[in-house]
């Protein structure tokens, strides 16, 4: 064979095995994602480690960073299956005292649904020790779909209706959120969210207390409304967008005032509604983008297709894809401020993308290895032309 048959032989070869070790690579869904490879190979100079290794890290400050690479690699991780093994991983994280404040918040952020969460990270959030002391863990509970009839969880609800209860006969003005406790109020968020009769009109009789000039001070509960995923919320948060367009919901005197309600709802609709114009990883929402998602609103017909609404364990396993967002959390609310749940701290990322397990983006790494194969394949053939032409004559 001459040196150009040689050559492209080599060429194909070597394509064909490097396409090889790409898909058990990819296939394995173990693999550490990019960033976090990254990271780890450089710490620790080896590329054995492997995803699941990661909460056994030794040092604090490297598993701390490891696990916010982590989070950067899952809500920019397109495939529901690698995201669901990140995510069981990730999990682990609640369980460990030097990251759990940051692992922990980012559960219960609405950001991930409960199509990311196996039944193995659902059983890890169900079974950490600091289930009973958390109300940030709570809500992630929320956020996963895990069942709520879970023996972990019987105790939270009676605790929570009992304080319910107890508020709603001793208080002159009834229930109130400053008058209930973090754990209380989260328990009553999850089961309003899973569609708990009680605890929704528990919930917006809490809301209908408090007024447009109350809710600019109380941005949490902006949030909360969204999360409870209730379309009677979404027309709320939706008033206050359209300020003065006939809702009942926005009359506020301040300019000012009614333009940063305005923004905080729009902000929290992105998480609430499926295909809103504007998505949910944006860090802010900003003037050109309420112009656009005011338009959207005025003209939107239909009942809300509202985004993470709560699912049986049925129904969750059928679903394909899931609409995410990267998040970082925003340093400001007072730590120690008993009226203010960790979990209802804004929370945003610097990436953009809003990953969907319908839209999978091409990978420059093969593309070139198909360059090369072709390339490859077509030398072969042209030696071989060329070497028959040759015995002919």
Same mark, same amino acid.
């Given at each position: 064979?001459?040196?150009?048959?040689?050559?492209?032989?080599?060429?194909?070869?070597?394509?064909?095995?490097?396409?090889?070790?790409?898909?058990?690579?990819?296939?394995?869904?173990?693999?550490?994602?990019?960033?976090?490879?990254?990271?780890?190979?450089?710490?620790?100079?080896?590329?054995?480690?492997?995803?699941?290794?990661? =909460?056994?890290?030794?040092?604090?400050?490297?598993?701390?960073?490891?696990?916010?690479?982590?989070?950067?690699?899952?809500?920019?991780?397109?495939?529901?299956?690698?995201?669901?093994?990140?995510? %069981?991983?990730?999990?682990?994280?609640?369980?460990?005292? &030097?990251?759990?404040?940051?692992?922990?918040?980012?559960?219960?952020?609405?950001?991930?649904?409960?199509?990311?969460?196996?039944?193995?990270?659902?059983?890890?959030?169900?079974?950490?020790?600091?289930?009973?002391?958390?109300?940030?863990?709570?809500?992630?509970?929320?956020?996963?779909?895990?069942?709520?009839?879970?023996? %972990?969880?019987?105790?939270?609800?009676?605790?929570?209706?009992?304080?319910?209860?107890?508020?709603?006969?001793?208080?002159?003005?009834?229930?109130?959120?400053?008058?209930?406790?973090?754990? &209380?109020?989260?328990?009553?968020?999850?089961?309003?969210?899973?569609?708990?009769? $009680? &605890?929704?009109?528990?919930?917006?009789?809490?809301?209908?207390?408090?007024?447009?000039? %109350?809710?600019?001070?109380?941005?949490?509960?902006?949030?909360?409304?969204?999360?409870?995923?209730?379309?009677?919320?979404?027309?709320?948060?939706?008033?206050?967008?359209?300020?003065?367009?006939?809702?009942?919901?926005?009359?506020?005197?301040?300019?000012?005032?009614?333009?940063?309600?305005?923004?905080?709802?729009?902000?929290?609709?992105?998480?609430?509604?499926?295909?809103?114009?504007?998505?949910?990883?944006?860090?802010?929402?900003?003037?050109?983008?309420?112009?656009?998602?005011?338009?959207?609103?005025?003209?939107? $017909?239909?009942?809300?297709?509202?985004?993470?609404?709560?699912?049986? $364990?049925?129904?969750?396993?059928?679903?394909?894809?899931?609409?995410?967002?990267?998040?970082?959390?925003?340093?400001?609310?007072?730590?120690?401020?008993?009226?203010?749940?960790?979990?209802?701290?804004?929370?945003?990322? %610097?990436?953009? &993308?809003?990953?969907?397990?319908?839209?999978? =983006?091409?990978?420059?790494?093969?593309?070139?290895?198909?360059?090369?194969?072709?390339?490859?394949?077509?030398?072969?053939?042209?030696?071989?032309?060329?070497?028959?032409?040759?015995?002919?004559?």
């Amino acid at each position: 064979m001459s040196r150009m048959g040689c050559f492209s032989y080599s060429i194909l070869r070597t394509g064909l095995i490097l396409i090889f070790l790409i898909s058990v690579f990819h296939l394995s869904g173990w693999a550490i994602p990019n960033r976090t490879a990254r990271f780890l190979q450089e710490k620790f100079s080896t590329d054995e480690l492997k995803l699941v290794d990661l =909460p056994d890290i030794q040092e604090d400050r490297l598993r701390n960073k490891a696990y916010r690479l982590l989070w950067s690699d899952i809500v920019n991780t397109e495939k529901l299956s690698e995201r669901r093994k990140m995510v %069981e991983v990730f999990s682990h994280g609640v369980n460990d005292e &030097a990251s759990s404040s940051f692992v922990a918040p980012r559960l219960a952020s609405q950001i991930i649904d409960a199509d990311s969460f196996s039944d193995e990270a659902k059983q890890t959030l169900l079974k950490s020790g600091m289930l009973g002391r958390s109300p940030t863990l709570v809500r992630a509970v929320g956020i996963s779909g895990a069942p709520l009839d879970s023996e %972990e969880l019987k105790m939270i609800w009676a605790e929570s209706e009992t304080e319910v209860e107890a508020h709603r006969l001793d208080s002159p003005t009834g229930l109130s959120r400053s008058n209930l406790g973090s754990m &209380a109020w989260a328990a009553l968020l999850v089961r309003a969210k899973a569609g708990d009769e $009680e &605890a929704i009109s528990d919930f917006f009789e809490i809301i209908g207390k408090e007024s447009p000039d %109350e809710l600019i001070y109380e941005f949490e509960l902006i949030d909360d409304m969204a999360y409870v995923r209730h379309s009677k919320a979404v027309d709320m948060l939706v008033g206050f967008v359209l300020e003065n367009d006939g809702s009942p919901y926005a009359k506020i005197e301040d300019d000012y005032m009614v333009s940063s309600l305005g923004f905080r709802a729009a902000k929290a609709l992105s998480f609430a509604l499926e295909e809103f114009p504007v998505s949910p990883s944006k860090p802010k929402v900003y003037p050109d983008d309420m112009e656009v998602i005011k338009e959207y609103l005025r003209n939107y $017909e239909g009942p809300w297709r509202i985004r993470g609404k709560w699912k049986t $364990e049925e129904a969750s396993r059928e679903t394909e894809s899931i609409t995410l967002a990267s998040t970082e959390i925003e340093d400001g609310a007072p730590a120690n401020d008993p009226k203010i749940d960790p979990s209802s701290q804004t929370i945003h990322e %610097e990436s953009h &993308a809003e990953p969907s397990e319908k839209k999978s =983006p091409s990978n420059p790494w093969l593309w070139l290895l198909g360059a090369l194969i072709l390339l490859g394949g077509i030398g072969l053939v042209l030696v071989r032309k060329k070497s028959s032409s040759n015995s002919d004559s």
